[in-house]
């Protein structure tokens, strides 16, 4: 049995854009399994705030109680500080008091004709987390409000909606609403090389024809040179129409493409909890966490062995 280790390498990362909701990267050198690993940790073990606990004392609305509270802890909290927070999993069983809660108000009633919305910006703040508030949260008269909030539910004249909501750290992997990114996925970056000797037998109009078979704009036939370039790899989405058209003009070989194992473009969109630069840092932080973990059980698992003479 083989005992070499695998090549060591150190993963560079070259960022692209950054926005509070959404930003795009290249991760390479390294492998598909660390990428996804990033991947994953961004969706289930970035922690964030959440209401978790909904205590109704009035609902005349039209909708029950097991709905509104559905929806108000779907709503994205500012999570900026989530950090100072102490989550079920930061603690042992038996230590519920150290848990920290984020206690909201809501008392509305409609008192007029028109119908009155009911909005994420209903929620009375808790005066001991003041900055902790639901994304997009404005206060002031709902029609001068530049932020009009996360609709909840709709009052007609004499329904009346009161409740305490409880925030609460946690992470994806007990419920999606503690998730802090709506989306992020990975595109392995494409090796696209053409075979130039047999590109030449084409004419102009087959060349033309191949390259509009294409949905994005990923060749151009160079009009100096009448060769078939690759302007743009990552426009490429592994549609196969390529390939098949290849095949039709009886060129099969014409193109060989194939996704790099050491390139990835990363995607991340926020919910506007957490800056997506913020999300990122703490999914590595996660990782490296978890390594430590590992790391230290195999030094205790060898020490162990160490001691019984094996």
Same mark, same amino acid.
């Given at each position: ?26 991760? $390479? ?6 990428? %996804? ?21 009035? %609902? ?32 042992? !069983?038996?230590?519920? %008091? ?29 005066? $001991? ?65 053409? %075979? ?6 084409? $004419? ?27 302007? !743009? ?66 030094? $205790? ?10």
């Amino acid at each position: 049995m083989s005992s070499r280790a695998a090549p060591k390498r150190t993963p560079q990362v070259s960022v692209r854009k950054i926005e509070p909701d959404f930003c795009e990267f290249v991760l $390479s050198d390294t492998d598909p399994s660390v990428a %996804n690993a990033l991947r994953r940790v961004m969706l289930s073990e970035v922690p964030t705030l959440a209401i978790d606990l909904v205590e109704i004392e009035v %609902n005349t609305t039209v909708l029950n109680d097991e709905f509104i509270a559905h929806r108000l802890g779907l709503i994205p909290l500012v999570s900026q500080r989530v950090w100072d927070f102490t989550g079920a999993y930061d603690t042992n !069983d038996d230590d519920e %008091n150290a848990l920290m809660d984020i206690v909201f108000q809501m008392d509305v009633k409609c008192t007029g004709d028109d119908t009155l919305d009911v909005t994420s910006n209903d929620l009375q703040l808790d005066p $001991s987390f003041p900055d902790i508030h639901p994304v997009a949260y404005s206060t002031g008269p709902q029609d001068a409000q530049a932020e009009k909030g996360v609709l909840l539910v709709k009052l007609r004249k004499g329904q009346h909606l009161k409740l305490k909501a409880i925030a609460r750290k946690g992470i994806g992997k007990d419920h999606a609403k503690w998730q802090p990114v709506a989306t992020v996925a990975f595109q392995y970056m494409p090796d696209i090389r053409i %075979n130039h000797a047999l590109m030449d037998t084409l $004419s102009e109009e087959q060349k033309l024809q191949w390259i509009q078979s294409s949905p994005n704009p990923v060749f151009r036939l160079n009009p100096v040179t009448a060769q078939v370039e690759v302007v !743009d790899a990552e426009a490429y989405r592994y549609d196969g129409e390529v390939i098949a058209k290849a095949k039709a003009l009886g060129k099969e070989g014409l193109v060989n493409i194939t996704p790099r194992q050491d390139m990835f473009i990363f995607r991340v969109e926020g919910t506007g909890a957490m800056a997506t630069q913020q999300i990122v840092v703490a999914a590595i932080d996660v990782l490296l966490r978890k390594l430590d973990t590992l790391q230290q059980s195999l030094a $205790s698992a060898d020490a162990a062995m160490d001691m019984d003479g094996l």
